[in-house]
């Protein structure tokens, strides 16, 4: 089996950067218009936890080190007080600006 050819980030609307590990160095991987962070990071090879992939199991729960995101659903399983915590389901996060992804 081969790794996805990663795409050219010039067709990026925005990057993400992941962490997949605490310590483990960022991989930086383009945005397409239109993809969550989860499918993001799948495309490029990058093994996020995932299950469900409509934002209700939180297998995909992880942290926003920087930037901004909106959900493609109304009520993603996080509440307020996760949100402000900086908390965020990549399964239905799509990015505003370039973000950084960090295990939860
Ligand atoms: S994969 Fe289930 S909430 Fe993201």
Redesign the pocket.
């Known amino acids: 089996m081969s790794l996805p050819t990663p795409l050219p980030a010039s067709h990026a609307v925005h990057q993400l950067r992941v962490v997949l590990w605490p310590g483990d160095a960022p991989v930086q991987v383009p945005v397409l218009p239109g993809q969550t962070l989860?499918q993001a990071a799948l495309a490029q090879g990058v093994e996020w936890p995932?299950?469900?992939?409509?934002?209700?199991?939180?297998?995909?729960l992880g942290r926003l080190g920087q930037g901004r995101v909106r959900y493609s659903v109304e009520w993603p399983?996080l509440s307020a007080e996760e949100k402000a915590e900086g908390c965020v389901?990549?399964?239905?996060a799509h990015p505003l600006e370039d973000v950084s992804l960090l295990p939860p």
Request: hydrophobic letters at 20%; charged letters at 20%; proline letters at 6%.
């Open positions: 989860l995932r299950s469900c992939r409509n934002g209700t199991c939180r297998t995909c399983g389901l990549p399964c239905v």
